[in-house]
């Protein structure tokens, strides 16, 4: 019989990116703080821009949890760290360099879990490494903040210490130090929205749920299938419902079909039920499998091709980023429920 339990790697990487969202809150809170207490205004103005960022990459965090669709909880050791990082930040122990100075080590620790976290997807799963591909921005774009970060250390450092000016050319050598790190990436450190378009998240999910087909057919290991239609399950579950709920009634006005895409989606639901408690090496089990990748595939082809114009057609990018903002708190809250029910 099929089952949706999670992997515990899969939980693992979970449990790393609940960590990455509280801890992407401590750094905006950090930032929002040094602002208010900093008298420098260049100093001043690189920390509203590093601001601006960390707001939006909060947005990116949260979106690759939604579409990565298992959900976990930060350790109990992460949020006593960030309490206590919490109270000397708001104390007055230590000095601006001196909490700058923590500041950078907890963008370091940022830079390196979002990087463990894109290392440890390539092991478990092409379907995981997919879901979490967004979080590549941020761990780029927070090595650019460190950089950052080394040269505002550098001047309150040398300030705190002599009371004078350090030698010029500091900021050149930081904006070299951003600027080979944003040639790497493209524009990373000049993306302008914290949330993407509705037609990049069905995008996502379209991708994810091929690549969970294709590892199904290529496990040999009954476990192995039933982790992959597990999370296939799951994934597609809150996908249609969270389609019905806010992709289709939006494009109803547009789309003459709308009532047609509904019944794919509900006839999709139907054959998941139908596939659920089949064991996983059954011949029974892989050609229903086959028939569902048939009839997903067949959706996805008629909401690209007819409904994706329709969404560029009649619709604001601000529109589209709204929509996207719906569909994802849906969608988090059906995972919410299924995660309980389980």
């Not at 990116?17 to 040094?34: G, P, S, T, V, Y």
């Not at 927070?142 to 500091?170: C, D, M, S, Y």
Request: net charge negative.
């Amino acid at each position: 019989m099929v089952t949706t339990l999670d992997d515990t790697k899969r939980l693992s990487i979970a449990t790393k990116l609940a960590d990455m969202k509280a801890l992407q809150n401590l750094l905006i809170n950090n930032e929002q703080q040094f602002i208010q207490d900093c008298t420098d205004d260049e100093i001043r103005d690189r920390l509203q821009d590093m601001l601006e960022d960390d707001h939006k990459n909060l947005g990116v965090i949260d979106t690759v949890i939604v579409q990565y669709g298992v959900k976990g909880e930060s350790k109990e050791t992460t949020q006593k760290m960030i309490a206590q990082v919490e109270q000397l930040m708001s104390s007055s122990e230590l000095t601006l360099f001196e909490k700058v100075f923590e500041h950078e080590l907890l963008k370091h620790k940022q830079t390196m879990t979002g990087l463990l976290i894109h290392k440890a997807a390539q092991v478990v799963g092409a379907d995981v490494e997919a879901a979490i591909t967004p979080l590549n921005k941020v761990n780029f774009e927070n090595r650019a903040h460190q950089e950052q970060l080394k040269g505002i250390l550098e001047i309150l450092g040398v300030r705190e210490l002599t009371g004078f000016e350090p030698k010029q050319g500091l900021w050149g050598r930081v904006q070299d130090a951003v600027a080979a790190l944003s040639g790497v990436v493209g524009s990373v450190v000049t993306r302008t929205d914290d949330e993407m378009s509705i037609r990049e998240l069905l995008l996502m999910d379209h991708t994810k749920a091929d690549i969970l087909f294709t590892e199904i057919f290529s496990a040999k290991d009954p476990h192995k299938i039933q982790e992959y239609f597990g999370q296939l399950y799951k994934d597609i579950k809150v996908h249609g419902t969270a389609e019905e709920q806010v992709l289709y009634p939006a494009v109803r006005p547009y789309y003459e079909h709308t009532q047609e895409i509904y019944d794919q989606t509900d006839e999709v639901m139907e054959m998941l039920d139908e596939i659920k408690p089949l064991s996983p090496d059954s011949s029974e089990f892989k050609a229903k499998v086959e028939q569902l990748r048939t009839a997903v595939r067949n959706h996805i082809n008629q909401e690209e091709q007819d409904i994706f114009p329709k969404l560029r057609d009649n619709f604001s990018h601000e529109q589209l980023k709204q929509m996207a903002t719906e569909f994802k708190t849906v969608k988090s809250k059906l995972q919410e429920q299924i995660a309980a029910s389980t």
